[in-house]
């Protein structure tokens, strides 16, 4: 039987969550919606990932942190951790490069190579 599983991350903004999923191409819902599990089980989260299974990815707030919460039994195109892995490391590189604007640096050149993202900066 499947069930609703929670991970927890150090994803901690909504704004870098979002540029995350975007530069990953990933279309969600943002507001006080449900995701769809297993036997038509829903949950309440904040922002809803749908995936070509049916089923969707959500992310909940818990604390200070959001939980990345699916149904992943059920999902068949999508691994849990590769998936949790990519958004932090995409959410990472947004923070990153925002944090370094504020103190005067710009983007010079953004490499994905694999599972690293190199940003090279330039103080302005």
Known sequence: MSHFTKVKTKIVDMLYLKR???DLNLGYTEGKVKIRGYMGKRMEVDLRVSTPDGYDIGFKKSGDTYEVVAD????KSVSQ???VAEVTR?????VVKDQLKIDNFSLVEE???GNEITLTM???
């Open 90 to 94: 995409r959410y990472a590189a947004e």
């Open 20 to 22: 995350a999923l975007d």
């Open 72 to 75: 992943w039994d059920m999902l």
């Open 111 to 113: 490499k994905r190579q």
């Open 122 to 124: 330039r103080r302005m």
């Open 81 to 83: 951790e590769a998936f």
